[in-house]
């Protein structure tokens, strides 16, 4: 199927999208906490964000690989830049602490794949 690659790629960028929907409220773990009490459901939960972040950066990636060029020179006059949101995503997964550039990150992912602002 010709467009098998394009419909990978789009359920990716789907995937990214729901994932910083869904972990927008784990971004950082506040330090006046104890942040090394593996109970805590926070601190869980930043893991667990890091954890798909960087996975989906990965899935992200390959399936930039995949796309055709006429279909990557198209994302590219859009203004959609699928490698470097990848690049930021990887980034996100390093961030645990507040001031860690999480939102920033996350405003440059959406900006490069040209989605709706999460926060």
């Known amino acids: 199927m010709p467009f098998a690659p394009i419909i990978r790629y789009r359920e990716r960028k789907r995937e990214a999208h729901v994932d910083l929907i869904y972990y927008a409220n784990a971004i950082s ?28 950066s990965a899935e992200l990636a ?35 602490m507040p001031g860690g550039g999480g939102i920033e990150r996350i405003g440059s992912i959406t900006e490069a794949l040209r989605l709706p602002r999460v926060v």
Do not use: Q
């Not at 805590?40 to 996975?55: C, G, I, Q, W």
């Not at 020179?73 to 390093?94: F, V």
């Open 29 to 56: 773990i506040d330090p006046s906490t104890n942040s090394e009490d593996v109970n805590d459901p926070l601190r869980r939960r930043v893991l667990e964000r890091m954890d798909t972040n960087r996975k989906r």
């Open 62 to 96: 390959a399936a930039c690989r995949e796309l055709p060029g006429w279909y990557r020179r198209w994302l590219a006059y859009r203004g959609e830049n699928p490698e470097r949101a990848a690049m930021e995503l990887i980034g996100l997964s390093n961030t645990s």
